[in-house]
């Protein structure tokens, strides 16, 4: 699909086309935007389980119709057992298991400061048994496995089926689910409904918070009833910077905003207007290195970091990278932070409320922990820890992890709004990087510049390499120049996840919605 599609009352833009018909449908019931985010959030934790859940965190960022924007930080810290002693001089801290499930979940905090945000922003609220009620029927009745979520399943099986509840809940024959067949998930339907009568607070400080308690303490997670009470979604001021097409915004540490913002302030010195897709690449690339210098120097919890982000985003700073980068020599490079699951989405209404939204466990499947009685796959963000005290990112009770998790949006110069972003791990900046580039500076129309051959500096799924990999659909010249230029390339299939499920959502103008879904999910951008 290379077309977008437009509609004048909403638009939603998920990874998985149930999610966005879930969030049109509140739209067309009378609710806002917020409201059919969190109907699309539920959905989307259901039918895209290997990427995203209840048991993950979450990010906002929300634009008013008039006004500034504000963020939603609903990531949750280290639980107050999570020292290095509870690893036993262990060198790293695992990627799965109870061991790596060591921070609380943050995302359902996330949904209930949203709706808190959106009665303040007036109209008449839906009550949440309405927006939980597509999730609802989902989770019991059942819904179509995905080819990602087969895939992914028979992918990381040999790590995951030994680790507690996740065999019983994705292998329930015994062996990985075939795509298109029926799932069910009656502990997560039953979670779903207890939170949809006793309020998304019951995660925390309720009768579910109570059961997750008890089951964390039994199978050895650091986790304890008082981090899930201590757990509130924060509000924040987004990052921003002043490019030359308008005010962009992303989200505040622990996150990598910073990086996002960063590649398109050094970039918007580099005359990416007039660039062919070779220097496309190339000063997006070299510009994502010094971008990532700048994270693994600073970012962490903002409340162990050195100075404000705010303060690396400015004009001269930018000036002085964008001095370093060579369009004739690539830059050496050394490692990534690695890959990442995740679903980016966006909304935007009648009113000119906008959504751009993250929710993500990390790893597929997250820790491959799954809560007994509750079907909630726990996230294991923790992994991101340091295991050394004197690592910037050092584990400590109650500190949050660093996240790669960064949704974007701007408001242009010439009257359009934009909400986009990525999954992805570190591809998440550099993909936003791509269809901001394309779209905004270069006239690519918004599906094609979504659906266009993308890259990634850095590892994806189970590997090691940090090369630049492109898809398979770059031009063989392309190619080869970026080779000339010093880049350890190597070739992707055309349409690969590891490049991430992207989206955007543009209200026009004329208030009409454009919206675009990336061709590599199962998603869609769907209006009325």
Not at 147 to 165: W, Y
Not at 239 to 259: C, F, I, K, R, Y
Not at 287 to 314: G, N, V, W, Y
Request: charged share 15%; proline share 7%.
């Amino acid at each position: 699909m290379i077309q977008s599609n437009m509609a004048p009352l909403g638009m939603a833009v998920a990874p998985h086309h149930l999610a966005s018909e879930s969030a049109l449908a509140v739209l067309r019931d009378g609710g806002n935007a917020i409201e059919a985010m969190v109907a699309a959030a539920a959905t989307v934790a259901v039918v895209y389980p290997h990427m995203n859940g209840l048991g993950g965190d979450g990010f906002w960022l929300v634009l008013p119709p008039n006004g500034d924007p504000v963020a939603i930080d609903a990531s949750g810290a280290a639980g107050s057992l999570a020292h290095p002693d509870f690893y036993h001089g262990a060198d790293a801290i695992p990627h799965r298991g109870p061991a790596a499930a060591l921070t609380v979940a943050g995302t359902v905090s996330g949904w209930q400061e949203a709706l808190t945000l959106s009665r303040e922003l007036g109209g008449a609220p839906l009550p949440l048994a309405r927006l939980l009620r597509d999730a609802i029927r989902y989770a019991a009745d059942g819904m179509p496995v995905t080819a990602s979520q087969a895939a992914a399943t028979a992918a990381k099986r040999p790590e995951l089926e030994q680790q507690p509840g996740f065999a019983a809940t994705f292998m329930p024959d015994g062996e990985p689910p075939r795509a298109g067949s029926r799932f069910t998930q009656p502990a997560l339907a039953h979670t779903l409904s207890l939170l949809s009568e006793q309020g998304l607070d019951s995660f925390y400080r309720g009768e579910l918070a109570q059961h997750l308690a008890r089951e964390m303490s039994a199978l050895g997670m650091p986790v304890t009833l008082a981090d899930l009470q201590r757990q509130r979604a924060r509000r924040c001021t987004p990052l921003h910077v002043a490019h030359s097409e308008g005010d962009l915004w992303n989200m505040t540490p622990p996150t990598q905003g910073m990086v996002s913002l960063a590649i398109l302030g050094i970039t918007d010195r580099l005359d990416m207007a007039q660039a062919d897709d070779a220097q496309t690449v190339h000063r997006i690339v070299e510009a994502t290195k010094k971008a990532f210098a700048l994270r693994d120097r600073h970012i962490t919890d903002p409340r162990h970091m050195a100075c404000e982000a705010q303060s690396l985003l400015t004009e001269d700073h930018f000036a002085t990278l964008a001095s370093q980068i060579s369009d004739a020599q690539a830059a050496p490079w050394g490692t990534g932070r690695g890959p990442g699951d995740t679903v980016w989405m966006g909304v935007m209404d009648s009113s000119g409320l906008a959504v751009s939204f993250i929710q993500s466990i990390y790893h597929e499947f997250g820790s491959g922990v799954v809560i007994p009685g509750t079907g909630i796959t726990w996230q294991n963000r923790g992994a991101a820890f340091s295991l050394d005290p004197d690592h910037l990112l050092a584990l400590s009770p109650g500190k949050q992890p660093f996240h790669t998790l960064n949704p974007a949006a701007a408001r242009l110069k010439d009257g359009r709004t934009l909400v986009y972003g990525a999954m992805g791990g570190d591809g998440q900046p550099q993909t936003q990087a791509a269809i901001f580039t394309r779209h905004v500076i270069q006239g690519m129309p918004l599906q094609q510049a979504v659906s266009a051959p993308r890259w990634l500096l850095g590892r994806t799924w189970g590997q090691t390499s940090d090369s630049l990999k492109l898809e398979g659909r770059f031009a063989p010249e392309t190619v080869e120049r970026l080779r000339q230029l010093g880049h350890e390339v190597e070739l992707l299939p055309d349409f690969s996840e590891a490049v991430g499920h992207a989206g955007a959502i543009v209200r026009h103008n004329n208030g009409m919605l454009e919206g675009a879904c990336d061709p590599r999910s199962n998603g869609s951008a769907s209006g009325f």
